[in-house]
């Protein structure tokens, strides 16, 4: 089965900063990454397929990139409703897996 | 309106079997595939089960022979059947619809990831 990693496994950030999340998988899944949102109490929320492409109406703040098996997430500018556990998850081959998550929160 | 809802959580005694089910609204659940995701209470995401539109269907190794995935087309809805249930399967269990990519002159090709979710249902395995 392919091991997912993120780093770090939780971060303080001001509105404003620019943060990045990192994912590794443990072989090569190509592009096949994808980013998820989890706010408490909810469902999640795709954010990024396909290591880079943006899901439809998500804002422009948030991108994705890398191949292989090391990816990035970034806020550009992170805004109050950014806060939140991120998930990356690789549809490379099964089982699927997700990484362990991110939790955002305010500094 | 687009939307899963998921139905059939509850509390069941280790050893005991629960169905649940994922009704779908704006979509034909048949077209797409579908997948179970569970969240073990303050834990991160597990990825359960998938049903292709061809009805293929795929297995974490912890469900294996414990767990079938299934659709009834005419009702639109999507199952888990959950047997021998274990305590450590106690969880929310979310339905999602699988997301495809639109290229111009191709056909939709699966990205494998999930884009839309329901609300999840609680299940609770305790003696």
């Known amino acids: 089965d392919i091991q997912m990693t993120q780093s770090p496994s939780s971060l303080s950030a001001s509105v404003g900063d620019r943060v990045t999340i990192t994912c590794r998988a443990s072989q090569s899944i190509n592009n096949y990454l994808n980013w998820y949102q989890q706010k408490p109490g909810e469902a999640p929320k795709v954010l990024i397929y396909a290591a880079s492409s943006l899901q439809s109406g998500v804002p422009s703040r948030f991108s994705g990139s890398g191949s292989g098996t090391d990816f990035t997430l970034t806020i550009s500018s992170l805004q109050p409703e950014d806060f939140a556990t991120y998930y990356c998850?690789?549809?490379?081959?099964?089982?699927?897996?997700f990484g362990p998550g991110t939790k955002v929160d305010i500094k | 309106d687009v939307q899963l809802v998921e139905t059939g959580g509850g509390l069941i005694q280790p050893g005991g079997s629960l169905r649940l089910s994922c009704a779908a609204s704006g979509f034909t659940v048949s077209n797409n595939y579908m997948t179970w995701v569970r969240q073990a209470p303050g834990k991160g995401l597990e990825w359960v089960s998938v049903?292709?539109?061809?009805?293929?269907?795929y297995y974490a190794d912890s469900v294996k022979g414990r767990f079938t995935i299934s659709r009834d087309n005419p009702k639109n809805t999507l199952y888990l059947q959950m047997n021998s249930l274990r305590v450590d399967d106690t969880a929310v269990y979310y339905c999602?619809?699988?997301?495809?990519?639109?290229?111009?002159?191709?056909?939709?090709?699966?990205?494998?990831?999930?884009?839309?979710w329901g609300q999840g249902t609680m299940v609770t395995v305790s003696s």
């Open positions: 049903i292709h539109s061809g009805g293929s269907t």
């Open positions: 999602a619809r699988g997301h495809y990519i639109h290229t111009s002159g191709f056909q939709p090709a699966p990205s494998n990831a999930f884009d839309m």
């Open positions: 998850q690789q549809g490379n081959s099964f089982p699927f897996t």
